[in-house]
């Protein structure tokens, strides 16, 4: 089955600095990356996704890049801000709906003002 | 923006006693799912739901636990004797063909 690796554990930065979160997974044919952002007692929210057919998305100051060959995708958030301090998850899948969402163990990123 | 709804957000149960844990997924959404998360750890898939029936469980989802949407709008899932390994946050999640998984804010279940 497919499995997940998420690096690092922690991030911490400075406000206005790009934090950089990766990911690589193990099945080929996985297709479909969302990230997830999960503040303290609430569930996981979507922040971003990335189709196999895509090597990169942005929406503002986050992106997300995706290198099939290699199986490895990354988080970018550029201009971090104190609101961005968060657990955040990579995941991967074969197909969006259906089957099971594979998370990575998550990378608590702390931005400090 | 429609939101998975999840009663009750915190559940303490004694073990070997059975809990219900309650969602009502997005209206439209026809593909169902609950996931575990124990304190500090991934978020780990338990089961999907498609059509009234299990799409696909992990090795976590054993037989002591079981899922149900029991009308239109409600999915359930039923653990028959909690253990105190159970004890973790349980999400539930929805979504449609082509549409992001949305997640609920969860339920804290503490066995005792």
């Known amino acids: 089955g497919e499995n997940v690796e998420q690096h690092p554990s922690t991030l911490s930065v400075q406000e206005g600095d790009s934090a950089v979160i990766k990911c690589t997974y193990s099945d080929s044919a996985s297709n479909y990356f969302p990230w997830y952002k999960q503040e303290l007692g609430k569930g996981p929210q979507l922040i971003i996704d990335?189709?196999?057919?895509?090597g990169e998305k942005k929406d503002q100051r986050i992106a997300v890049t995706l290198n099939k060959t290699a199986k490895h995708f990354s988080l970018h958030i550029t201009e971090t801000q104190p609101e961005d301090s968060a657990v955040y998850f990579c995941?991967?899948?074969?197909?969006?709906?259906?089957?099971?969402?594979?998370f990575g163990k998550g990378t608590t990123l702390s931005v400090s003002s | 923006e429609p939101e998975v709804t999840q009663t009750p957000s915190h559940q303490v149960t004694q073990m070997g006693q059975e809990v219900i844990l309650r969602c009502v997924p997005i209206s439209n959404h026809l593909y169902f799912y609950w996931y575990r998360q124990i304190l500090g750890q991934k978020v780990e898939f338990l089961v999907s739901?498609?059509?009234?029936?299990?799409?696909?469980k992990s090795e976590i989802f054993d037989d002591q636990f079981s899922v149900e949407r029991p009308d239109g709008s409600n999915f359930t899932l039923k653990i028959r004797s909690t253990k105190l390994e159970d004890s973790a946050m349980y999400f539930c999640a929805s979504c449609d063909t082509g549409s992001p998984l949305h997640f609920g804010n969860g339920t804290r279940l503490t066995v005792t």
């Open positions: 995941a991967a899948t074969l197909n969006q709906a259906g089957t099971a969402l594979i």
């Open positions: 739901f498609y059509n009234n029936e299990i799409s696909e």
């Open positions: 990335i189709r196999s057919n895509v």
